[in-house]
């Protein structure tokens, strides 16, 4: 089993940019694929973006050209980038992986999830 531990999220001004962080421990993060979701207020958690163990991404339509996906395997992290954030960005943020080398959308997919990390991005 893996163990993870999203960081980094905060409050920041529309516009602005911030880097998660999913630290992965007990495996190696790069076995996995691993996808980001996010849960705003009063809606269902929705996939935004994610990484394959070969390294192949895929994005969310809202998020195209604002948000990247990373990985660094001896860190045995992976990093989500957000820029030209925007007040509708604002949610709960998790990370989640997967031994299957693809990328669902569907949360029950994935077998391993982090405690989520709060995102509000102010207008």
């Known amino acids: 089993q893996v163990q993870l531990v999203e960081s980094g999220g905060g409050l920041v001004q529309a516009g602005g940019s911030l880097r998660l962080s999913c630290a992965a421990s007990g495996r190696a993060i790069s076995t996995y694929a691993v996808g980001w979701f996010r849960k705003a207020a009063g809606k269902e958690r929705e996939y935004v973006i994610g990484?394959?163990?070969?390294?192949?991404?895929n994005y969310a339509e809202s998020v195209k050209g604002r948000f990247t996906i990373s990985r660094h395997n001896v860190k045995n992290t992976v990093f989500l980038q957000m820029n030209s954030l925007k007040p509708e960005d604002t949610a709960v943020y998790y990370c989640a992986a997967r031994f299957l080398d693809s990328l669902p959308q569907r949360p029950y997919e994935y077998d391993y999830w982090g405690q989520g990390t709060q995102v509000t991005v102010s207008s």
């Open positions: 990484i394959r163990s070969g390294g192949s991404t």
